[in-house]
């Protein structure tokens, strides 16, 4: 158990379709990354959260949004969903992003668009 | 911004054997180079991690090397087990830590 904590498991849903991701970061941790992997790829790294603030992007698609609340939990929302959005997501914490300290990742979402 | 290579991206060994991964990276400002390990359908774990400052670093079967100069580093498994069956992903973060720029993983069978 990474301490990372991620919901729902899995989630099936429609295309055009709007799903909130939701993460709990480790105790501690103040920074969070959102990750997609399609299947059999890598690690596409989408956005990461420092203390509530917007820290970096990836590439992360205008449809995607996501948020880090004051206690420290993330969403990531996904609109209009398309076919192409069925994908693992992952959220990681670190404790902070200056730090060179690792990521720890959670379980992930399962996301299957029908 | 950074960019990591990694290969091979298959690998098939003996039980026994030895397996190798390498990785380079671009960004001579990348000081932090974590391993992660992931199996079918479940979460990217760390196996094992180097910072900069370090030229190789060992936990069991398993060691990293890093050499700077040439921007590069590698995962050595030794006495390979069917459980290390996995992908395993290098990366590398730069100095301001904000985001891990990972390899496109290899996919590591080992033949009981």
């Known amino acids: 158990d990474s301490g990372v904590t991620q919901t729902p498991k899995h989630l099936i849903t429609a295309t055009g379709q709007r799903v909130t991701l939701r993460c709990s970061p480790r105790?501690?941790?103040?920074?969070v990354y959102w990750y997609q992997q399609s299947l059999d790829q890598g690690l596409q790294f989408l956005i990461q959260?420092?203390?509530?603030?917007?820290?970096a992007k990836g590439n992360i698609l205008e449809r995607f949004s996501a948020q880090q609340f004051p206690d420290l939990h993330s969403e990531l929302n996904l609109s209009s969903l398309e076919l192409g959005d069925s994908a693992l997501y992952f959220c990681?914490?670190?404790?902070?992003?200056?730090?060179?300290?690792?990521?720890?990742f959670g379980d992930g979402t399962r996301l299957s668009i029908l | 911004g950074e960019n990591v290579e990694q290969h091979p991206s298959t690998l098939s060994v003996q039980e026994g054997d030895s397996a190798v991964i390498k990785c380079t990276y671009s960004?001579?400002?990348?000081?932090?180079f974590p391993w992660y390990k992931q199996e079918l359908g479940k979460r990217p774990q760390l196996i094992i991690d180097?910072?900069?400052?370090?030229g190789e670093k060992k936990d069991q079967r398993i060691a990293v090397t890093l050499n700077k100069t040439a921007k590069h580093f590698s995962l050595h498994i030794t006495e390979t087990q069917p459980e290390d069956s996995a992908v395993y992903f290098c990366?590398?973060?730069?100095?301001?830590?904000?985001?891990?720029?990972f390899g496109t993983g290899t996919s590591l069978t080992v033949i009981p």
């Open positions: 990681a914490s670190s404790v902070v992003p200056d730090s060179n300290q690792p990521q720890h």
């Open positions: 959260y420092y203390n509530g603030e917007e820290r």
């Open positions: 990366a590398a973060s730069l100095s301001n830590g904000n985001q891990f720029y």
């Open positions: 105790s501690g941790d103040l920074s």
């Open positions: 960004d001579s400002a990348s000081n932090y």
């Open positions: 180097i910072r900069s400052n370090v």
